[in-house]
Structures are given as C-alpha cells and as structure tokens.
C-alpha cells in the first residue's frame, strides 16, 4: 500500500506545515491552511526522476562570455505588443505565466498566438474547454494554421507524452489551475498541484528547450490563484488587465528574466479577436466638436509609452446633506487632496458642491502627471469654462499649490505635438527642453494659481 502523509498548505504563500495552523508564521494570513494528501513512494520517485537531483554532476564555472547568447534565437510573435511586453519576442525553453480575471480574454489571446505563429508548430493545451469551443473560437479569430493543434488534457503526465510524440514548437497550456500530476493526490488547482505542475512544466521547458506559455486566473484580491512561489517559479509574469465592459486591454509585465519590466501592450477586443493597438492616443479621446466645460487633456505614460486621455469632471451643486465625492480611473483620495489644494490656494468653495471625476476608457491612471489635468477639468466644470481642446497638461501637483516637474517630458511633450496638440501646461522646474523642432507652443508654470489665471484669466 502506497505511504500516504498529509500536509497543510498556506493557500496564500505556499508554507509547509504538518499540522493545521490558524495564522501562517510566514505572510501572516489567517485561516488559509488546507489539508493535502502527498504520497510517500510518489516522492521518492520522483526525486529519481528529476534529472538534476539523479546525477550529482559537477558543474564547472565558465567565463560568462563564452555562455550562449539567447537573443538571438527569439521567436517573433508577429504581434508588436506581445514581441514588446516578452521584450523583444519568446525566448526558448522559458515559462511564462498570463494572469488576469475571468472573461478578460486571455485565452482568446493565447489562441491567437497559437493561430498566427508561422512556420512553428504550437500545442494549445485546454483543460477547460472543449475542442469543439476552441474551434469556435478560432473561427472567429479568423486566422488558418495547419500547424496549431489542440489537445483536451488535464494530466500532465499525458501531456508529456503527447508532446514528445508531436514535439511542438510552443506550447500553451489553459490553464494551469486545471492540471494535475499522479505525483500528488490533492485535487486540480490545489496548491500543491500547481506547484508541482509549474515546477514540472518549468524543468521540460528547460531540458527540451520549448517555450511554455502558462495561463493562470487570479483571486479576488488580484493574486494569481495558488501561491506566490508560482510566481518564483516562472520566468515571466504578464498581466492581462482591463475593465470588462469596455474593449481596451493592457498586458503588463510584472516580471521577466529576459527584459524589462516596465513595457505594457494595449490592445482592443474586437468581435473577431484582439487587435494591437499602436496608437493608443487616437482611442482615447472622444471626438467632439465644441468645447465643452469639465474636460482636459493629460499627457500621462504607462511603462514606457506616453499617451493623452481624457479627464472628466462634473461638479455640482449639492442639494441632499453630504456633498459626493465619485472618482472611476483616478484614487479618490488624491482627488480630494486636489479639492483641498484648491480649496485653500486658489480660493475655491467645493465644500457645498457634488464632485465627480471620471477617466475616459476604463483606465485606471497611477501616473501623477495626470494631477494638472485633473485640477484643470474640476475647475473648468466649477467656472462652466471649457478648456480649449487643443491644450495638454503633464505635472504632478503638490500641497502647497507648486507644481512638479515629471519625468520624461520629452516623450510626453512629442506625444502630444505628434497629435496636433497646440499648447501644452508643463512644470517650470521640468529640465530645459529643446523646443526648437516642435510645433507645439510649451507652456511652464510654476504655481496652481498661475494656471487658473491662464486658463480662466
Ligand atoms: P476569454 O479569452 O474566454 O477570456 P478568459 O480566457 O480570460 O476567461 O474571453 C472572453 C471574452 O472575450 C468573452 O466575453 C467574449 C469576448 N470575445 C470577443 O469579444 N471577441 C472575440 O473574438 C473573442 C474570441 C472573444
Ligand atoms: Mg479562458
């Protein structure tokens, strides 16, 4: 009869304890211990099996330049934003792990990928939908490749066959919450089970060389599901984010062995798939003919692409007891922080008025640059004053009324002129900037109060 122990599971991050425990020594979490069955023999198997454990081989050091240089050998995705966030195309032999909410479209995104790769032999792995479903789906994608095929599997001792019978180029699996080995008894999606399978899909693509690509769905509060050491365990964490009633997407890069982790990608889902979207300034400006009061134009960056969006405001009369404060894409906080700014530097009543602040196109903006615009937009729908629309903003604002330089200006400056900008609101504390090729006429202030007067005169 096989050994059988149990061990209690973190669900949080991942510790080991062999008893139950209330509050993990580790992260402090409580009531996350669950209890999961390991067999014994299992274990010792597989320490056999594990080829670096087998042969207790020396390995010398070498000079790093003569180590093999990765770069050259990068698949190219054929899709700009993907080639950008993996920084620079898909490394052999890595594990990279997409996360984000159900319903986002990572597995549209994947199937894709799968679809548009030339010349490359790619195994979509589902253990969530069927055959059938991914069909469905790549028809509507629309794209034709001989050479992507599917296999409905969720053990990965089976996987491992397939592969080695089909040996692919790339392989996709939907996702890691629904694998599982024989070499652990706990159920699919257990955080035993995920760590084994992320560990042993992280030792094939190493020993075969054959880039992983591991979709992985996240709690409530954001995490991937299953422990953060999964997150250790990959080579690259990419985040598909996005509100799901509107059609932009971001892919962000949280973690990558192979380049930076500053780089997002934005796409637009679209009835027949994800489109790339190159130019993501022309999408988040609405169009409009007149100007209208309570809006401004920020110039913020997201990694390391400038973009203009939208701010709106609306202040109001208050007329039920407590004046609303509402903010949709900014911190509501820092927005009342900028309420009392105005408040108390440039003589503004918002204490008797209804505030909302809305950021066009369901982004959330973290960038302070985005502050002037924002001080800009509560104004103007305070004053009934449009701003003229052909003006940006791109400074942080503090306490006192001053404001911030932010960094590159430069981009930000060019993003703006590139898009027929005529005028745009920097810090004067913003490095000296060569004007001389731009058409954009730049404008630097220094205090909160000088914009009003600029502005509103
Ligand atoms: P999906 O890739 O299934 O999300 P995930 O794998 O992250 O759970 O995407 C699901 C949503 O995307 C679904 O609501 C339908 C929508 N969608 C489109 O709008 N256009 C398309 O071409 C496809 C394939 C899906
Ligand atoms: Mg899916």
Redesign the pocket.
Known sequence: MAKTKSIYFCQNCGNQSPKWIGKCPVCGEWNTYVEEVIDKDVEKLKEKRNPSAKKNEENKPIPVKDVHDIEMRRLDTLDTELNRVLGGGIVPGSLVLIG??????????M?QLALQLKGVKVLYVTG?ESDQQIKL?AE??GIKNEQCFILTETNIQQIFKQTEALAPDVIII??IQTLNTVYVESPAGSVSQVRECTAELQRYSKETSIPIFL?GHITKDGMIAGPKVLEHIVDTVLQ?EGD?NY?YRILRTTKNRFGSTSEIGIYE??????RPVLNPSEILLTQREDDLSGIAIACMMEGMRPFLIETQALVTPAFYGTPQRSSTGFDVRRMNMLLAVLEKRAGFRFGTKDVFLNIAGGLRVEDPAIDLAVISALTSSYNDMPVPSKIAFSAEVGLSGEVRAVSRIDQRISEADKLGFEKIFISKFNQKIDTKKLNIEVVTISRVQQLMEELFG
Not at 100 to 109: D, F, Q, R
Not at 269 to 274: I, Q, R, S, T
């Open positions: 984000g909410e159900p319903g986002i479209g990572k597995s549209t995104l199937l969530e789906r509507r994608i939907d996702s979709i598909f799901r059609t889902m679209l009835g027949d798939g994800l």
